[in-house]
């Protein structure tokens, strides 16, 4: 039996760079496609750009401005794909991909498919990529709850897998429920981490690849953003991603994982949001674990982090760039 996966690609003011996404999915290898294109409210040609794909026989689908979340939900429900492929406007999947994926899910509803990422800046960086030792944090398992708390830091070691990395059955998304319908920088951690924990295991796919597009010289985008309401947010996150571990059942690494992500996020908000750092900092106190410190900038910037303390290197870092 041969599958429909279907690609849901949220769309806001993408512009030119849909076009190398597109083409990414359209040379699949797996012949068994729905793809959905989901505009957001762009303000650009991004929508334009989209209903150009409608003679390849593409959902091009427009709502009023709300968030990727929003917008993956909207292609959610509209799909009827067995599998779904979430994929951002921008980034692109290696050829085999989807096929690949589809074949070590073996028709399984209860599991998930994953595979690495690499960042690239400009599409020439693809033809020669940077790959990382990934192998820490992306691996096959049966123990989800287990392979949360490596990724978010029990171990020692902070990491994420960005969203084009997993093929996730249909029946997995009804069961741990719809991305959560707010505006948030981890709002991918927080839906996968119920995914995650829903299914039954992950399945590590080696030789395909997700290409995942950053801005470059771009800095951290909690340490510059001024919604009050995104960044509670974030904090909001981090509270349920901890609960969720919670209710999968006692971990001796639980809290350790848990202090990582709430000392990264005090750190990440000082000194521009004091009030939301402090509570961050009084959550990760209460766990009573000792979480290692970001690196927080150039030379001079971790020598003023271990004289004076992370405080006095955020201020400094704050006022020389992200004011």
């Known amino acids: 039996m041969v599958h429909t996966v279907s690609v849901i690609i949220p769309v806001y003011n993408a512009g030119a760079a849909l076009h190398r996404t597109m083409r990414s999915v359209l040379e699949q290898t797996y012949p068994q496609l729905e793809i959905i294109l989901v505009d957001d409210g762009s303000k650009d040609d991004s929508y334009s750009i989209a209903k150009e794909y409608e003679k390849r026989n593409v959902i091009v689908l427009q709502q009023q401005n709300a968030g990727a979340a929003a917008a993956r ?36 509803t209860s599991t998930l498919a994953v595979c690495n990422y690499v960042q690239f800046t400009n599409e020439e960086e693809i033809n020669d990529p940077i790959y990382t030792d990934q192998s820490s944090f992306i691996y ?12 978010w830091g029990g171990e020692g070691s902070l990491n994420f897998i ?5 093929l996730v059955p249909r029946a997995l998304i009804e069961k ?12 991918d951690g927080e839906f996968f981490a119920r995914v995650i924990l829903a299914s039954d295991g992950i399945v590590y796919t080696p030789g395909v690849t997700n290409y995942y597009h950053i801005t470059p010289g771009g800095v951290n985008q909690l340490s510059k953003s001024k919604n009050r309401k995104y960044l509670q947010n974030t904090l909001l996150t981090i509270d349920l991603k901890h609960q969720y571990l919670l209710n999968k059942g006692n971990h001796p690494l639980i809290n350790k994982a848990m202090a990582a992500q709430y000392l990264r996020f005090a750190v990440d908000l000082f000194p521009a949001q004091k009030k ?9 106190k209460s766990l009573k674990e000792q979480a290692s410190l970001p690196v927080l900038g150039g030379s001079f910037i971790e020598i003023v ?5 992370w405080r006095a290197a955020r201020y400094v870092r704050y006022y020389l760039r992200e004011r």
């Open 305 to 309: 982090k271990k004289v004076f303390g």
């Open 73 to 108: 939900n909207t292609g959610i429900q509209r799909s009827t794909g067995s599998y779904i492929q979430f994929l951002d406007a921008g980034d692109m999947l290696s050829v085999s991909k989807i096929e690949e994926q589809v074949k070590a899910l073996s028709s399984s």
């Open 176 to 187: 741990a429920g719809m991305w959560r319908n707010y505006r948030c920088p981890d709002d």
């Open 140 to 151: 096959s398992t049966d123990n989800t709850q287990e392979f949360l708390i490596k990724l």
């Open 276 to 284: 939301l750092s402090a509570i961050a900092y009084k959550r990760y």
């Open 162 to 166: 960005q969203t084009n990395s997993w």
